[in-house]
Each structure stands twice: as structure tokens, then as C-alpha cells.
T-cell receptor, first 113, second 110 residues
Framework: DAGITQSPRHKVTETGTPVTLRCHQTENHRYMYWYRQDPGHGLRLIHYSYGVKDTDKGEVSDGYSVSRSKTEDFLLTLESATSSQTSVYFC????????????FGPGTRLTVL | QKEVEQNSGPLSVPEGAIASLNCTYSDRGSQSFFWYRQYSGKSPELIMSIYSNGDKEDGRFTAQLNKASQYVSLLIRDSQPSDSATYLCAAGGGNEKLTFGTGTRLTIIP
């Protein structure tokens, strides 16, 4: 357990509605990441953050935005959810000890109807 | 496009045998390599990190790295039913980001 929580853990929503997922960490890590995991595609990076108000895009950022106003919280927003965004979303943070290690939160299962 | 390739499996191994999982990566600038274990419905769990050519052992797990061949492997000795999971390989460069393979599903047969 890397001190990461995600909320909600499960969500069902309708196409066109906005959705915000929250990642919270308690260990003051600088780097935080949002991934989605889909069958056949593995884990794909959506956005990441390297500090408060410092964020950058990953490989599948279209349709997603992020915000980080506090070190401990990294929010992922789907402005207008689509069925293609049905997925499991994982947040991750860097490790304490070794270079480039990442540790994952428990995940959020999102279904867009 | 940086890629990490894994055989999706399923790979079936008898209990007590050695399970061998393989991974190749496309980016020669990759400097760090990781193996994650993921049980069904759970999040990925880091089990091995390797940064230098050669072998690194941790309990029943051995990670092997060959940068010249752009090849990473994970050996699991004395395989147990609890080792049944999907194993994800990941590679990282100097930009604090990782690229993941799609995973190999391993089943240990009692």
C-alpha cells in the first residue's frame, strides 16, 4: 500500500455527463499519474503531474483533463463522458527508494452507458 | 512510438516448476525495467525492478536484463498456485514515465 486512495471505486454514468475521479496520496510524492487499463491495450498513460499546477499529457489524453491544486490530490475529469471511456482507471505515484518505480492505487471502474 | 511487447499467453506451468516470462522493448534509451503482478480485479503490484544488465534475484523471483538484445525476463522458481496472475512488464526512460506491455497471463496448475 503506497498510501494512495481513489474515489469513487465504482461509477456508472451516462454519455455526455461530466465525471471527476479523485486520487489522494499521503506520502508527499511529487509525481502522480493517471492510467486507463483496457483489455488488449494494457496500461496507457492519460496525464501525469510533476508538482502542484504542473501537469502534462500522456499518450491517450484526448477527452480528459486534470488538475493538481494540492500535492496530495490529483483529479481526472471527463468533461463529457463517452462509451469509449468505459475503463478501469488507476492512479499511481512514484516510489520512495528507487528510480522510476511507480505504485498504484486500487483503481476506479467507470462504466459510461 | 515506444513499445513493450509481451506474449499474452495464457502460459500454463505445473506447480513447483519454473515459470519464464519474457518481454522486449523498442526504445534503446530505456534505463529502468519493472515487473508487476496483477491479480484479477486488483491493481498492479510491483515485484521486481532492474536497471543493469544481468540477473537480479529476490526470493523465488529472478529478473534478467539484456540491453543489447532489448530483452527483459522474469523467472519464478518453485511456482505456486498463488503465482497465477497477469504479469506486466514496463520500461522507463529518463522522463519519469513508464511504457507498459499488455501483460502475460500465467496459470499455475496444481
Amino acid at each position: 500500500d503506497a498510501g494512495i486512495t481513489q474515489s469513487p471505486r465504482h461509477k456508472v454514468t451516462e454519455t455526455g455527463t461530466p465525471v471527476t475521479l479523485r486520487c489522494h496520496q499521503t506520502e508527499n510524492h511529487r509525481y502522480m499519474y493517471w492510467y486507463r487499463q483496457d483489455p488488449g491495450h494494457g496500461l496507457r498513460l492519460i496525464h501525469y503531474s510533476y508538482g502542484v499546477k504542473d501537469t502534462d499529457k500522456g499518450e491517450v489524453s484526448d477527452g480528459y483533463s486534470v488538475s493538481r491544486s494540492k500535492t496530495e490530490d490529483f483529479l481526472l475529469t471527463l468533461e463529457s463522458a463517452t462509451s469509449s471511456q468505459t475503463s478501469v482507471y488507476f492512479c499511481a505515484t512514484e516510489g520512495q527508494d528507487s528510480y522510476n518505480e511507480q505504485f498504484f492505487g486500487p483503481g476506479t471502474r467507470l462504466t459510461v452507458l | 512510438q515506444k513499445e513493450v511487447e509481451q506474449n499474452s499467453g495464457p502460459l500454463s506451468v505445473p506447480e513447483g516448476a519454473i515459470a519464464s516470462l519474457n518481454c522486449t522493448y523498442s526504445d534503446r534509451g530505456s534505463q529502468s525495467f519493472f515487473w508487476y503482478r496483477q491479480y484479477s480485479g486488483k491493481s498492479p503490484e510491483l515485484i521486481m525492478s532492474i536497471y543493469s544488465n544481468g540477473d537480479k534475484e529476490d526470493g523465488r523471483f529472478t529478473a534478467q536484463l539484456n540491453k543489447a538484445s532489448q530483452y527483459v525476463s522474469l523467472l519464478i522458481r518453485d511456482s505456486q498456485p498463488s503465482d497465477s496472475a497477469t504479469y506486466l512488464c514496463a520500461a522507463g526512460g529518463g522522463n519519469e514515465k513508464l511504457t507498459f506491455g499488455t501483460g502475460t497471463r500465467l496459470t499455475i496448475i496444481p
